[in-house]
């Protein structure tokens, strides 16, 4: 369990420094990726889908990605690795989603409508979590290492 507040830490271009969050589970997007994994992966546990071992595995790893990603973006404390672990965890989402419909279409699963909804939950949870921390994380002055910063130095000699 991470507690506290990520401090600053330098980077080579600039500090970054995580909203204040004191602990990763307070996050809703944390939460839905935590339920969808759970929901998911016990439908991998009933039959038929049991007997389907390389969906079922799919399904599973796909389910429990989410969460890691989440927490292993947290855990190295920019927020550049943030986002972009966030974004993995969002395409594993998106993975589950799909693996979760061929499996209903081949009838393997039944009651998938709690899944769905949190899976879907979730989904939207992380693409606003991204957008957040997307435009809290830009810098109105370019990059001095970046070419946009060569050519603005340009232009104001």
Partial sequence: MLLGVIPVIATPTRQCKLP???QLESLEAWKGAQRSARLAYRLTMRPPLERHFGLSDQIRRAAVSIPANIVEGYALGTTPQFLRHLKIALGSAAELQCHLRIASDLSLVENTKETAVTLDRTI???VGLIRKLTRSSQSPFPNPQSPHGQA??????
């Fill in 124 to 126: 939207r949870l992380l």
């Fill in 152 to 157: 603005a130095r340009s232009f104001t000699r």
């Fill in 20 to 22: 204040t969050m004191k």
